[in-house]
Protein backbone atom coordinates (compact mmCIF):
# COMPACT_ATOMS: atom_id res chain seq x y z
CA UNK A 1 0.00 0.00 0.00
CA UNK A 2 1.38 3.64 -0.91
CA UNK A 3 2.14 5.26 2.54
CA UNK A 4 2.07 9.04 3.16
CA UNK A 5 4.06 10.13 6.05
CA UNK A 6 3.51 13.75 7.48
CA UNK A 7 6.14 14.82 9.96
CA UNK A 8 4.32 15.58 13.27
CA UNK A 9 0.87 14.58 14.72
CA UNK A 10 0.78 18.15 16.86
CA UNK A 11 2.54 21.32 16.69
CA UNK A 12 2.04 24.59 18.62
CA UNK A 13 4.09 27.73 16.86
CA UNK A 14 4.32 30.98 17.68
CA UNK A 15 2.77 33.50 15.66
CA UNK A 16 5.03 34.96 13.20
CA UNK A 17 7.40 31.91 13.02
CA UNK A 18 8.07 30.05 10.51
CA UNK A 19 6.64 26.68 10.34
CA UNK A 20 7.41 23.77 7.62
CA UNK A 21 5.13 20.66 7.30
CA UNK A 22 6.68 18.01 5.51
CA UNK A 23 4.99 15.28 3.45
CA UNK A 24 6.69 12.13 2.15
CA UNK A 25 5.24 9.42 0.17
CA UNK A 26 7.09 6.23 -0.85
CA UNK A 27 5.24 5.24 -4.39
CA UNK A 28 6.91 7.69 -6.78
CA UNK A 29 3.27 9.57 -7.35
CA UNK A 30 4.06 12.35 -9.70
CA UNK A 31 0.44 14.58 -7.87
CA UNK A 32 1.27 15.73 -4.08
CA UNK A 33 -1.51 18.23 -2.53
CA UNK A 34 -1.67 20.21 0.65
CA UNK A 35 -5.36 20.25 2.02
CA UNK A 36 -6.59 22.20 5.00
CA UNK A 37 -10.06 20.99 7.11
CA UNK A 38 -11.45 23.54 9.44
CA UNK A 39 -15.63 22.90 11.48
CA UNK A 40 -17.58 23.79 8.86
CA UNK A 41 -15.57 24.71 6.03
CA UNK A 42 -14.88 21.27 5.29
CA UNK A 43 -11.31 20.34 3.50
CA UNK A 44 -9.76 23.21 1.30
CA UNK A 45 -6.74 23.12 -1.52
CA UNK A 46 -4.12 24.99 -0.36
CA UNK A 47 -1.08 23.97 -3.55
CA UNK A 48 -0.39 20.73 -5.49
CA UNK A 49 2.44 19.88 -7.73
CA UNK A 50 2.73 17.66 -10.40
CA UNK A 51 5.86 16.94 -10.40
CA UNK A 52 9.50 17.82 -8.79
CA UNK A 53 10.07 21.71 -9.13
CA UNK A 54 6.24 22.34 -10.27
CA UNK A 55 3.21 24.14 -7.98
CA UNK A 56 0.15 25.32 -8.45
CA UNK A 57 -1.56 27.55 -6.23
CA UNK A 58 -5.28 25.82 -5.24
CA UNK A 59 -8.14 27.11 -3.84
CA UNK A 60 -6.90 29.38 -0.40
CA UNK A 61 -3.04 29.72 -1.11
CA UNK A 62 -2.51 33.24 0.60
CA UNK A 63 -0.29 32.97 3.93
CA UNK A 64 1.52 29.50 2.23
CA UNK A 65 4.03 28.50 -0.07
CA UNK A 66 5.15 24.92 -1.01
CA UNK A 67 8.57 23.32 -2.21
CA UNK A 68 9.04 20.03 -3.89
CA UNK A 69 12.64 19.27 -4.44
CA UNK A 70 12.54 15.63 -4.80
CA UNK A 71 9.54 13.64 -6.10
CA UNK A 72 8.67 11.80 -2.85
CA UNK A 73 8.47 15.07 -0.61
CA UNK A 74 6.61 17.98 -0.69
CA UNK A 75 6.57 20.49 2.03
CA UNK A 76 4.29 23.27 2.93
CA UNK A 77 5.09 26.48 4.27
CA UNK A 78 3.88 29.43 6.71
CA UNK A 79 6.33 31.82 6.25
CA UNK A 80 5.11 34.03 8.99
CA UNK A 81 2.63 31.24 11.19
CA UNK A 82 -0.91 33.58 12.14
CA UNK A 83 -3.57 32.68 14.60
CA UNK A 84 -5.99 32.09 11.38
CA UNK A 85 -3.74 29.25 10.41
CA UNK A 86 -4.81 27.10 13.27
CA UNK A 87 -5.93 24.23 11.71
CA UNK A 88 -5.71 20.45 10.69
CA UNK A 89 -3.30 20.10 7.78
CA UNK A 90 -3.21 16.76 5.37
CA UNK A 91 -1.02 15.89 2.75
CA UNK A 92 -2.10 13.38 -0.34
CA UNK A 93 -0.42 12.11 -3.32
CA UNK A 94 -2.20 10.37 -6.47
CA UNK A 95 -0.95 8.38 -9.27
CA UNK A 96 -3.06 10.29 -11.43
CA UNK A 97 -5.01 9.43 -14.52
CA UNK A 98 -7.32 8.32 -12.38
CA UNK A 99 -5.89 6.67 -9.80
CA UNK A 100 -7.03 7.29 -6.07
CA UNK A 101 -5.45 9.31 -3.25
CA UNK A 102 -3.71 8.56 -0.47
CA UNK A 103 -3.91 10.67 2.57
CA UNK A 104 -1.17 11.42 5.47
CA UNK A 105 -2.45 11.13 8.63
CA UNK A 106 -3.03 14.86 9.23
CA UNK A 107 -0.86 17.29 11.59
CA UNK A 108 -3.00 19.68 13.83
CA UNK A 109 -1.28 22.99 13.81
CA UNK A 110 -1.86 25.50 16.61
CA UNK A 111 -0.56 29.09 16.40
CA UNK A 112 -0.47 30.70 19.69
CA UNK B 1 -15.48 23.74 -9.57
CA UNK B 2 -18.09 20.80 -9.44
CA UNK B 3 -19.86 20.64 -6.59
CA UNK B 4 -20.33 17.87 -4.41
CA UNK B 5 -23.74 17.61 -1.84
CA UNK B 6 -23.95 15.11 0.84
CA UNK B 7 -26.57 13.58 2.82
CA UNK B 8 -27.84 13.14 5.20
CA UNK B 9 -25.50 15.41 7.03
CA UNK B 10 -25.90 13.46 10.41
CA UNK B 11 -27.13 10.27 10.92
CA UNK B 12 -27.90 8.48 14.48
CA UNK B 13 -27.93 4.66 13.73
CA UNK B 14 -28.41 1.77 16.68
CA UNK B 15 -25.47 -0.80 16.48
CA UNK B 16 -27.02 -3.49 13.80
CA UNK B 17 -28.91 -0.87 11.83
CA UNK B 18 -28.04 -0.42 8.10
CA UNK B 19 -27.52 3.07 6.54
CA UNK B 20 -27.50 4.53 3.21
CA UNK B 21 -25.30 7.78 2.34
CA UNK B 22 -25.80 9.82 -0.63
CA UNK B 23 -23.47 11.88 -2.83
CA UNK B 24 -24.12 14.01 -5.60
CA UNK B 25 -21.91 15.85 -7.79
CA UNK B 26 -22.37 18.74 -10.35
CA UNK B 27 -20.33 17.68 -13.51
CA UNK B 28 -18.80 14.50 -14.72
CA UNK B 29 -15.88 13.85 -13.51
CA UNK B 30 -12.38 11.15 -13.60
CA UNK B 31 -12.97 9.17 -10.11
CA UNK B 32 -15.11 9.56 -7.32
CA UNK B 33 -13.70 7.85 -3.57
CA UNK B 34 -14.78 7.43 -0.44
CA UNK B 35 -13.60 8.31 2.58
CA UNK B 36 -13.83 7.59 6.49
CA UNK B 37 -12.23 10.12 8.83
CA UNK B 38 -11.10 8.53 12.19
CA UNK B 39 -11.15 10.31 15.20
CA UNK B 40 -7.51 10.91 14.85
CA UNK B 41 -8.14 13.01 11.51
CA UNK B 42 -7.21 10.68 9.29
CA UNK B 43 -8.43 10.11 5.95
CA UNK B 44 -9.08 6.03 4.93
CA UNK B 45 -9.85 5.58 1.74
CA UNK B 46 -12.86 3.01 1.74
CA UNK B 47 -13.50 2.76 -1.92
CA UNK B 48 -12.28 4.47 -4.99
CA UNK B 49 -15.56 3.93 -7.38
CA UNK B 50 -16.12 6.25 -10.48
CA UNK B 51 -18.88 3.57 -11.69
CA UNK B 52 -20.13 0.70 -10.60
CA UNK B 53 -20.74 -1.56 -7.72
CA UNK B 54 -18.08 -2.68 -4.76
CA UNK B 55 -18.02 -4.65 -1.90
CA UNK B 56 -15.89 -4.81 1.03
CA UNK B 57 -17.21 -6.37 3.86
CA UNK B 58 -20.50 -4.89 5.36
CA UNK B 59 -19.89 -1.61 3.12
CA UNK B 60 -20.36 -1.48 -0.19
CA UNK B 61 -21.01 1.08 -2.83
CA UNK B 62 -22.59 2.34 -6.14
CA UNK B 63 -21.67 5.01 -8.25
CA UNK B 64 -24.33 6.06 -11.52
CA UNK B 65 -21.98 8.31 -13.31
CA UNK B 66 -24.57 9.23 -16.09
CA UNK B 67 -26.75 10.45 -13.22
CA UNK B 68 -24.19 12.25 -11.04
CA UNK B 69 -24.77 10.25 -7.86
CA UNK B 70 -23.11 7.85 -5.23
CA UNK B 71 -23.99 5.57 -2.66
CA UNK B 72 -22.59 4.39 0.01
CA UNK B 73 -24.46 1.33 2.67
CA UNK B 74 -23.19 0.64 5.90
CA UNK B 75 -24.87 -2.77 7.01
CA UNK B 76 -25.09 -4.28 10.15
CA UNK B 77 -23.49 -0.83 11.81
CA UNK B 78 -20.92 -1.14 14.50
CA UNK B 79 -19.70 1.67 16.97
CA UNK B 80 -16.33 1.44 15.19
CA UNK B 81 -18.36 2.83 12.04
CA UNK B 82 -18.83 6.08 13.71
CA UNK B 83 -17.03 8.90 12.70
CA UNK B 84 -17.20 11.81 9.29
CA UNK B 85 -17.84 10.18 5.91
CA UNK B 86 -16.78 12.02 2.94
CA UNK B 87 -17.46 11.77 -0.92
CA UNK B 88 -14.84 13.42 -3.21
CA UNK B 89 -14.65 13.58 -7.02
CA UNK B 90 -11.51 14.29 -8.77
CA UNK B 91 -12.13 16.91 -12.08
CA UNK B 92 -11.96 15.68 -15.41
CA UNK B 93 -9.35 18.08 -16.32
CA UNK B 94 -6.99 17.80 -13.56
CA UNK B 95 -6.58 15.73 -10.54
CA UNK B 96 -7.69 18.22 -7.98
CA UNK B 97 -10.31 16.42 -5.55
CA UNK B 98 -13.83 18.49 -4.52
CA UNK B 99 -14.79 17.37 -1.24
CA UNK B 100 -18.66 17.01 -0.28
CA UNK B 101 -19.48 18.72 4.10
CA UNK B 102 -19.57 15.16 4.71
CA UNK B 103 -21.79 12.84 6.62
CA UNK B 104 -21.66 12.67 10.97
CA UNK B 105 -22.52 8.82 11.62
CA UNK B 106 -22.72 8.18 15.24
CA UNK B 107 -23.40 4.49 16.21
CA UNK B 108 -24.62 3.63 19.46
CA UNK B 109 -24.29 0.35 20.88
Known amino acids: DVKVTQSSRYLVKRTGEKVFLECVQD?????MFWYRQDPGLGLRLIYF???????EKGDIPEGYSVSREKKERFSLILESASTNQTSMYLC???????????FGSGTRLTVV | GIQVEQSPPDLILQEGANSTLRCNFSDSVNNLQWFHQNPWGQLINLFYIPSGTKQNGRLSATTVATERYSLLYISSSQTTDSGVYFC???????????FGAGTTVTVRA
Open chain 2, 88 to 98: AVEDLYDYKLS
Open chain 1, 27 to 31: MDHEN
Open chain 1, 49 to 55: SYDVKMK
Open chain 1, 92 to 102: ASTTGAGGGYT
